[in-house]
């Protein structure tokens, strides 16, 4: 018999949106899922036709669920349980934050990558570097 209503946490998990299912627990309990408009906590139970959106900075996604299942499913199987209708500003957003190449990094968030480093070196090199004119010939050192 096919269940009517299912955890929103096992859901969310099964349906492959988040890799385990202490990841969706922790997303529902930061306010990051949810439903109509309002945050959800993991036990809240979801049924066919429920709308979700799910903030995975920098976009927030939204799904409908067509179909319940409390065990994790292969990626192939996904499409019969979920439709996505993340509106298509938030790609944008999404494309708009890879073009730009900017890697935002909160203070003690770890060292530079050696690329960074090497990044950052070029630009403090190019920025700063000027040609000391030579003030005396080599021939008036004694």
């Given at each position: 018999?096919?269940?009517?209503e299912?955890?929103i946490?096992k859901?969310l998990w099964a349906?492959?949106?988040?890799?385990?299912?202490?990841q969706?627990v922790?997303?529902?309990?930061?306010?990051?899922?949810?439903?109509?408009?309002?945050?959800?906590?993991?036990?809240?139970?979801?049924k066919?036709?429920?709308?979700?959106?799910?903030?995975?900075?920098?976009?927030?996604?939204?799904f409908?669920?067509?179909?319940?299942?409390?065990?994790?499913?292969?990626a192939?199987?996904?499409?019969?349980f979920?439709e996505?209708?993340?509106?298509?500003?938030?790609?944008?957003?999404?494309?708009m934050?890879?073009?730009?190449?900017f890697?935002?990094?909160n203070?003690?968030?770890?060292?530079?990558?050696?690329?960074?480093?090497?990044?950052?070196?070029?630009?403090?090199e190019?920025?700063?570097?000027?040609?000391?004119?030579?003030l005396?010939?080599?021939?008036?050192?004694?």
């Amino acid at each position: 018999m096919a269940k009517e209503e299912v955890r929103i946490d096992k859901w969310l998990w099964a349906v492959r949106i988040f890799k385990t299912r202490t990841q969706a627990v922790e997303a529902c309990k930061k306010g990051r899922v949810e439903m109509k408009g309002v945050a959800v906590k993991p036990s809240r139970t979801v049924k066919v036709g429920d709308e979700i959106s799910v903030r995975k900075p920098p976009i927030t996604y939204t799904f409908r669920v067509l179909a319940l299942s409390e065990n994790r499913m292969g990626a192939k199987l996904v499409p019969e349980f979920l439709e996505n209708i993340t509106p298509q500003e938030q790609y944008d957003i999404l494309e708009m934050s890879r073009i730009s190449g900017f890697v935002a990094r909160n203070k003690g968030m770890g060292r530079p990558t050696k690329r960074e480093g090497r990044e950052l070196k070029a630009f403090i090199e190019s920025e700063y570097s000027f040609d000391i004119p030579e003030l005396w010939d080599e021939e008036d050192d004694i």
